[in-house]
């Protein structure tokens, strides 16, 4: 691995940085690190991350990423409303495994929302890179709608969005934000083996 292009692609992103990017990074690591430890604020900090990333989105012609961005608004509001009311005996909510039935759902919404996201990318928009946008936004859309769920695979598909976007951003330009996605790739592996656990215990009571 060539650590001096890394380190000389980091100080270009910082370079180019805007404050409003830094913004939405400081943030976006942050949510991430709050989900890890399964901590409400996931969805403030989350939220202020994806409403900027839906303005930086727009202006980079990576219209699915902004889409999404609205959708990770939307869905922070349903997650944080389920996180904070468990069921009946429940202090809070636990993580649990998805059953088959559940995989087939998470499967099938995102083949659907893979399809859809590239029909209209290519055929409705100046996007460039219509099968790559698709891609990542279809599998954040399954990571954010299990995460609200609280189900250990979401970080599966997270891991999967976070390793196709850290190209995608380098290759237009944001810099700064694919050594984001790069890092998210690791914290989103730890968050896995965390909500492992977590669910292993929650089984064990």
Known sequence: MDFQWI???????????????GIAVFFGVSSVYYSIKENIWVYPTGI????????????????ADMGIN?????????????????????KVLPVTW?????????????????????LVLANFTDSDVPYWDSFTTASAFVGMWLMAKKKVENWIFWIITDLA???????????????????????????????????????AR
């Open 98 to 118: 998805l059953k088959p039935s559940g995989w087939a759902v998470s499967i099938a919404f995102f083949l659907i929302s893979y399809l859809t996201l590239y």
């Open 7 to 21: 380190l000389d692609g980091f100080t270009e992103g910082l370079q180019q940085m805007t404050w409003l990017e």
């Open 70 to 90: 609205a959708y990770y608004f939307s869905m922070s509001i349903y997650g944080w409303f389920v996180w904070t009311h468990p069921k009946v005996g429940e």
């Open 165 to 203: 976007a850290v190209p995608l951003y380098f290759y237009k330009g944001l810099i700064l934000t694919s050594f984001q996605y790069l890092f998210f790739t690791v914290l989103a592996t730890l968050g896995l083996l965390a909500w492992i656990k977590s669910a292993k215990a929650y089984e």
């Open 48 to 63: 202020i991350s994806t409403l900027i990333y839906v303005w930086i989105c727009f202006q980079y012609k990576l219209y």
